[in-house]
């Protein structure tokens, strides 16, 4: 025999996130908070039974995938990640190191190159395009001729020039330092009582590495993985989530 007290309150499906307000898209599979609790146990008698438990510590922790992998709203997730920001137009490089060799085209550091070069041997000597070496603009490759007198096969050159630039954003990775911002989370699952339940963790630091993965034959979610931070400024019980059921006015938007 069936015994559902509110049918309203049976969970079938997730819902939308928000990190500092804004949307992260959609969300793949399943979205997990768990709250973890370490308990001290004082047993005694015979045979023992426990007479005392109490919370020692305790761990939240939230799983989630992100179908869409949006480089801003990795940034948000990863606030020690240095933000890139570059505008479409020209910029200069000087005295880059580069090897040349007479069978293989290396690259130059800033790729596809705007005008006129400037390449010199290491202690100075100016070497002449054409005689010297041979520089592809647009594959932004340098190489040398093989029958240069100043350089020889296999030595490095100091290459000055101006480069391409494109609009483009992003982020890069490594030699940055910790950092201690956090970020807030909030999730609304909606009911079928036309209501929310909201789920708030106040201050979130993503946990363990960042892996991003590029699929042969599927799509490639980006699993995360997020420790709650006690907020020492909310009321005792209350430091890590809150988990309301809210009504459509709570919500972003006013729901949807």
């Known amino acids: 025999m069936a015994n559902v007290r509110n049918s309203n309150d049976i969970v079938l499906g997730s819902g939308r996130m928000f990190v500092d307000g804004g949307d992260v898209g959609q969300l793949k599979d399943d979205l997990t908070f768990e709250h973890g609790k370490e308990m001290y146990e004082l047993k005694a008698g015979f045979p023992a039974t426990v007479v005392l438990s109490a919370l020692v510590s305790e761990e939240l922790t939230l799983s989630f995938n992100l179908l869409e992998t949006n480089l801003d709203m990795v940034c948000r997730l990863m606030p020690e990640y240095d933000p890139v920001t570059e505008n479409a137009g020209t910029a200069t490089v000087a005295d880059e190191l580069v090897t040349l060799f007479d069978s293989v085209h290396t690259m130059l550091g800033k790729g596809r190159v705007e005008g006129d070069a400037t390449v010199t041997t290491v202690d100075g000597t100016a070497l002449t395009e054409g005689v010297d070496y041979y520089l592809d ?46 970020f807030r989370v909030d999730f609304y699952h909606k009911r079928r009582d036309g209501k929310y339940r909201h789920v708030r963790i106040w201050k979130g630091k993503v946990k363990g590495n960042f892996s991003m993965a590029f699929k042969e034959a599927s799509e490639s979610p980006l699993a995360v993985e997020v420790t709650a931070i006690a907020d020492s400024t909310k009321p005792a019980g209350r430091q890590l989530m809150t988990v309301m059921d809210v009504p459509a006015e709570a919500v972003p938007g006013g729901g949807w």
């Open 137 to 182: 603009r647009l594959n932004g490759t340098i190489y040398r001729v093989p029958e240069s007198a100043k350089i020889a096969d296999g030595d490095d050159v100091k290459a000055s020039y101006t480069y391409k630039t494109y609009e483009s954003k992003g982020f890069g990775v490594g030699g940055g330092t910790s950092t201690d911002k956090t």
